[in-house]
């Protein structure tokens, strides 16, 4: 199983709801195993940078996930989401089994 976490910020904060929309289409992408969309509480109280976004989806697998990225709603998301954002941070995590 492959562990996809996307971390977003926004350039401007008047754009949020745009963006949160952009990112919520990709739910009805057939091509996950989980997907969710979610806005950051905020609730760490270490300073720095906080991240607006949080997209995470779970996959069977590369084959999976690259489907995933080529069905429309993700290039519908993009389209949307891109323009609006500043930050982008992704990691794939391989998990062998739930132990690891």
């Known amino acids: 199983m492959i562990r996809h976490t996307v971390f977003f910020t926004a ?10 929309a952009g990112l919520d ?14 806005r950051n509480l ?25 489907a995933f990225k080529a069905h429309p709603l993700y290039a519908e ?4 989401v891109r323009p609006l954002r500043d930050l982008r941070v992704s990691a794939d995590v391989l998990i062998k089994d739930e132990g690891d």
Request: no cysteine; aromatic share 8%; charged share 25%.
């Open 11 to 20: 350039r401007d904060p008047d754009d949020r709801d745009t963006i949160f």
């Open 25 to 38: 289409i990709l739910r009805a992408n057939p091509h996950a195993l989980k997907l969710h969309v979610g």
């Open 42 to 66: 905020q609730t760490d109280d270490i300073p720095g940078p906080q991240v607006d976004f949080v997209v995470y989806g779970e996959f069977a697998d590369a084959a999976q996930m690259a």
């Open 77 to 80: 998301s993009i389209r949307i």
